[in-house]
């Protein structure tokens, strides 16, 4: 159970009339004071005293207090940008039963500010009606404000249009004009998080910058000038935060050297963790290293073509107990691991750029609530057994449990690509001498159509992109059929982990032919030295050798997450509740 203690009540006279003349001053001058709420049981013998007193959650003596009381963070990251609004209460309810205490959740950037300016804080990127959802149901919140989150989420949670700033902004440094954007956007965030902290009522207890910083960079002017911004808007009390890996290294160059900055660490499910614990301290004031795994790992993370990662429950729930039976605290990552809808996905990188991984839309992470919500399985019921010994706190909420299959959807053509182009505003197609990246061409996610047109060789032509990220299908028609009739013809696909040449055949045109090159981004890499990770055809392309100029960029109108939202709503309250999707049997809709 949550580690406790009980002060004494201050046995002197003194303090007694002090505290009483105090009340009747508020009474004097007219403040409204809850007089029967400052009354506690005494006992016999024990005269009256009052006793002011306000929330405050802090650290001393290597523990977490909570207003006078030991806590232990028994916590889970939620994250409810990958949670429908509709479902955000239900999944709450159950990380409750499992028998937490706490909610850990990033804030990822490039959803509540999708275009310079344009702040979105509705539907799902509504952060403040959420926070106070968990406070509702009586759960303390660990906010990880970034502005780099990681996450498994595109570009670590950087908007797109960053990468498209000139001069190239060096991200995640001291670089002046990336730490202006930084302060505007905390300008918006931060002032929404000040009113929800613990100490002003609210559920936020604690406030983590950037992400596993010692693992990227070495810039602690960088992290003072984060620590600064934080301090600005949210004042001294608020426990500001860092977290990196359990290991000297990573520590040195990831936390900040000042007292008032609390230095968390995460490090592999099954190791030791009180040796890491032990060196978390030399990287904390004297009396200020509370031991915390803030990413405790319930599960891992799936690639696209990878197996979806499984992780043993009863290894898991022993590892936990390991940290939980020495009173250290620890947070699941995930509880909930929920889906990266839209195009919003992340993805990793082998030691080389073009070893790319682009992570699965689903992030059920085999956390112990399943994306679903389901939590009738192994590892819900080994970690909620280990956690009741510690959160004795009993829970009368019964979250359903019942599922129900709906069924697979019927796919119908009813848009061809060539409609697409068609419905294209004029005004949007750019046109260049050479490709140029989505990001340039404000094209962040999804689909960017490049055309061009060459002269057919009766030999057949080759068609070379040395730099395409991520996905290249490559289309020809006749350029003097009308666009009416034109017929549209698949030629191959190249992509940035195996880049082909692409042999072009002898087309009977009467004219030049057009080429289309369809590119996909599937993800913008989130973690390491490649998240400087832009989109498109990002260099020349090459016919036969020579560099091919003349180029239209046209967008593709595919929805983003921001119009996710009433979209989601619609998909799961059809009036045919058989019918509702089933995702997984969808193929893809371009080039199927």
């Not at 990831?254 to 008032?260: E, I, L, N, R, Y």
């Not at 180029?551 to 989601?568: D, E, G, R, V």
Request: proline fraction near 6%; aromatic fraction near 12%; include cysteine.
């Amino acid at each position: 159970m949550a580690m406790t203690s009980r002060g004494s009540w201050p046995s002197s006279m003194g303090r007694h009339q002090l505290d009483f003349v105090l009340l009747l001053v508020l009474l004097a001058v007219g403040i409204s004071v809850p007089v029967f709420a400052l009354l506690p049981s005494l006992p016999r013998g024990e005269k009256l005293q009052i006793i002011t007193s306000s929330r405050k959650f802090y650290i001393k003596d290597d523990i977490f207090w909570k207003d006078g009381i030991a806590f232990q963070i028994i916590g889970g990251d939620l994250h409810y940008f990958r949670v429908l609004p509709e479902y955000w209460e239900d999944r709450l309810l159950r990380a409750k039963v499992l028998g937490l205490n706490t909610i850990q959740v990033y804030v990822p950037w490039n959803l509540h500010e999708p275009k310079p300016g344009m702040m979105v804080f509705e539907g799902i990127g509504d952060l403040v009606s959420f926070l106070k959802l968990c406070q509702k149901l009586d759960f303390l919140v660990m906010l990880r404000a970034g502005p780099y989150i990681c996450g498994e989420w595109d570009l670590g949670g950087f908007p797109a249009w960053l990468l498209a700033v000139k001069p190239r902004l060096q991200l995640r440094t001291s670089d002046p004009a990336y730490l202006k954007l930084v302060e505007r956007w905390w300008d918006v965030l931060l002032p929404k998080v000040f009113p929800l902290l613990y100490s002003n009522g609210g559920p936020v207890i604690m406030v983590q910058i950037e992400n596993e910083y010692g693992s990227y960079g070495n810039d602690k002017a960088y992290l003072r000038n984060l620590v600064s911004m934080a301090r600005g808007h949210l004042g001294d009390d608020i426990i500001v935060y860092t977290t990196d890996g359990g290991r000297r290294e990573t520590l040195e160059k990831g936390t900040v050297p000042a007292d008032d900055v609390y230095s968390a660490v995460d490090f592999t499910t099954g190791d030791d963790p009180w040796p890491i614990f032990e060196l978390q301290k030399k990287f904390n004031a004297p009396g200020r290293s509370p031991p915390l795994s803030s990413e405790f790992y319930t599960g891992w993370l799936t690639h696209w073509g990878e197996k979806i990662a499984k992780t043993d429950a009863e290894f898991t729930a022993a590892s936990l107990e390991k940290i939980l039976s020495r009173n250290g605290s620890a947070v699941l990552y995930m509880v909930h691991g929920g889906t990266n809808f839209g195009f919003y996905n992340g993805a990793n990188t082998g030691s080389k750029e073009f070893d790319y991984k682009p992570d699965l839309t689903s992030y059920d992470y085999d956390a112990p609530i399943k994306e679903s919500g389901d939590i009738d399985n192994p590892k819900f019921q080994a970690l909620q057994r280990v956690i009741k010994k510690y959160n004795a706190v009993t829970h009368s909420i019964t979250p359903s449990k019942k599922l129900k299959a709906y069924g697979l959807i019927k796919m119908k053509m009813t848009t061809s690509l060539f409609d697409l182009v068609s419905m294209t505003d004029p005004a949007d197609v750019i046109t260049s001498a050479n490709p140029i990246s989505m990001e340039s061409a404000e094209q962040m996610f999804g689909f960017l159509l490049y055309e061009s047109s060459y002269i057919t060789k009766k030999s057949g032509n080759i068609l070379r992109i040395p730099k395409v990220h991520d996905r290249a299908q490559v289309f020809v028609s006749c350029l003097s059929q009308d666009v009416d009739v034109r017929v549209l013809s698949y030629i191959g696909t190249t992509e940035r982990w195996n880049n082909q040449p692409i042999s072009l055949p002898t087309t009977e045109c009467n004219s030049n032919t057009s080429l289309f090159i369809l590119v996909e981004n599937m993800g913008r890499v989130n973690y390491g030295p490649y998240i400087f990770d832009e989109k498109g055809i990002l260099s020349s392309v090459y016919l036969d050798g020579q560099i091919l100029h003349g180029w239209k960029m046209i967008p593709m109108p595919f929805h983003n997450l921001n119009q996710m939202p009433n979209l989601s709503f619609e998909m799961h309250h059809t009036k045919k509740r058989s019918e509702k999707f089933n995702l997984t049997n969808v193929s893809s809709i371009v080039g199927a």
